[in-house]
């Protein structure tokens, strides 16, 4: 053998070994995990069509314009809770993930009370209706409308890409009129 190929041939090795003691080190190759998002601000005309009321009727006339929406110039209204009972408002969405197990997902929305209510924000099996994610708040005051406060649901791991997005009032025997409701977004990534 000629040295020229020997000191080729040492220099293929170092180099395989470097490889080789990275991967050892890392315990895997590395990669970059991906992230999908989706946002929703009810300013698509369709909006009214797309979010619908716990019997499943279309919020039409309940997705408006107004100078006080979170952003930019649309809001809905989710209307207060009859005596002992709830309201709600949601959305089918079908999330922004490529399903493994190490996909996770978190959701939030604004939500701007008008007196003292109680709300679950949840992320609902739409095949069983079972909860998915869930969080429960009582927010606001009997002194009017109060700022827009961002409500989060725990991060969850999505067994099936077909959610339901529910904000849903609780009666709680107080004087609330409803709440208004902006920028849906929910987050998910996965490797």
Request: hydrophobic share 40%; with cysteine; aromatic share 10%.
């Amino acid at each position: 053998m000629n040295l020229h190929r020997i000191a080729t041939l040492r220099r293929i090795a170092a180099v395989a070994g470097t490889a080789l003691a990275l991967l050892l080190v890392t315990g895997a190759p590395a990669h970059a995990a991906s992230t999908g998002t989706l946002t929703d601000n009810f300013e698509s005309p369709d909006a009214g069509f797309v979010w619908t009321d716990d019997w499943g009727t279309p919020l039409e006339g309940l997705v408006e314009y107004s100078s006080t929406a979170h952003s930019p110039t649309h809001q809905a209204f989710a209307p207060w809770a009859p005596p002992g009972g709830w309201s709600s408002i949601g959305r089918r969405v079908y999330l922004p993930v490529v399903l493994n197990s190490t996909s996770r997902c978190s959701a939030s929305i604004w939500v701007r009370p008008l007196g003292i209510t109680k709300f679950n924000i949840e992320v609902i099996n739409p095949v069983d209706y079972t909860y998915i994610s869930l969080k429960t708040v009582t927010i606001g005051t009997a002194s009017g409308y109060q700022p827009f406060q961002q409500l989060s649901v725990p991060t969850w791991t999505p067994r099936d890409r077909n959610i339901l997005f529910r904000v849903s009032q609780i009666d709680i025997g107080t004087d609330t009129i409803g709440a208004q409701v902006d920028d849906l977004r929910v987050a998910c990534s996965w490797s």
